[in-house]
């Protein structure tokens, strides 16, 4: 059972342009969701994140957007670079567990020139 | 920043072989840290959680004593695949919990890539 799911496994952005990136969870006891970069053979990288009693988190290029009524959450990238090719895995955590994350199945991200 | 050590980065062996692979929290003292296990093309799959000096909650599905994790210190988690055969083979990541980040964020390590031969 896919509790956090990306249902896009790969997006191709030129370079300048916005990357967006989805991400539909159905556990509505997910309290607070997180984006993670990650390279090959690497572990992921913490990008940005989101409290459920938000609806958008803006740091610097990243922004994520969190619509709680459609389970739903996007990573916008604006300008996409080119180092910013990467696998991206969106990752929720449940009320009262600590710390413990469910990942999705990732995205790969492909900047061109 | 805080940064997460996994050693080794890869394994070659013999199936049977027991494997053991560190997670090293090098700036911060990680009570938790976590044993995740991906395979090509699919999500990070939490294996087991590691507590400090108590023993280790692992997910449904995971055999215990297969994949055997100790956490002496405050440091220090060490995931052992025993009896290791070719189904084992994985990239297997551990992250540490740091308490006194904002909302207590997972570090990761860079994973270790097991191959069974």
């Known amino acids: 059972d896919q509790q956090v799911k990306q249902n896009s496994p790969s997006l191709s952005v030129q370079e300048g342009r916005i990357s967006i990136l989805n991400c539909d969870y159905t556990n509505s006891m997910f309290d607070y969701f997180l984006w993670y970069k990650k390279y090959p053979a690497e572990g992921p990288t913490f990008l940005i994140s989101i409290s459920s009693i938000k609806d958008k988190n803006e740091d610097g290029r990243f922004t994520v957007f969190l619509n709680k009524s459609a389970k739903h959450l996007s990573l916008h990238i604006v300008p996409s670079q080119p180092g910013d090719s990467a696998v991206y895995f969106c990752?929720?955590?449940?009320?009262?567990?600590?710390?413990?994350?469910?990942f999705g199945t990732g995205t790969r991200l492909q900047v061109t020139l | 920043g805080a940064v997460v050590s996994q050693h080794p980065s890869w394994v070659i062996c013999k199936s049977g072989t027991s494997v053991k692979i560190e997670c090293r929290s090098l700036?911060?003292?990680?009570?938790?840290m976590f044993w995740y296990r991906q395979f090509p093309k699919q999500s990070l799959m939490l294996m087991a959680t590691s507590n400090e000096g108590s023993k280790a909650t692992y997910e449904q599905g995971v055999e215990k004593d297969k994949f055997l994790i100790n956490h002496a210190s405050l440091t220090l988690s060490t995931l052992t695949v025993t009896s290791a055969h070719p189904e084992d083979s994985s990239f297997y990541i551990c992250?540490?919990?740091?308490?006194?980040?904002?909302?207590?964020?997972?570090?990761f390590g860079d994973g270790t890539r097991l191959s069974i031969l």
């Open positions: 990752a929720a955590k449940r009320v009262g567990t600590a710390s413990k994350l469910t």
């Open positions: 992250s540490a919990r740091d308490p006194t980040g904002v909302n207590q964020p997972q570090h």
């Open positions: 700036d911060f003292q990680a009570t938790t």
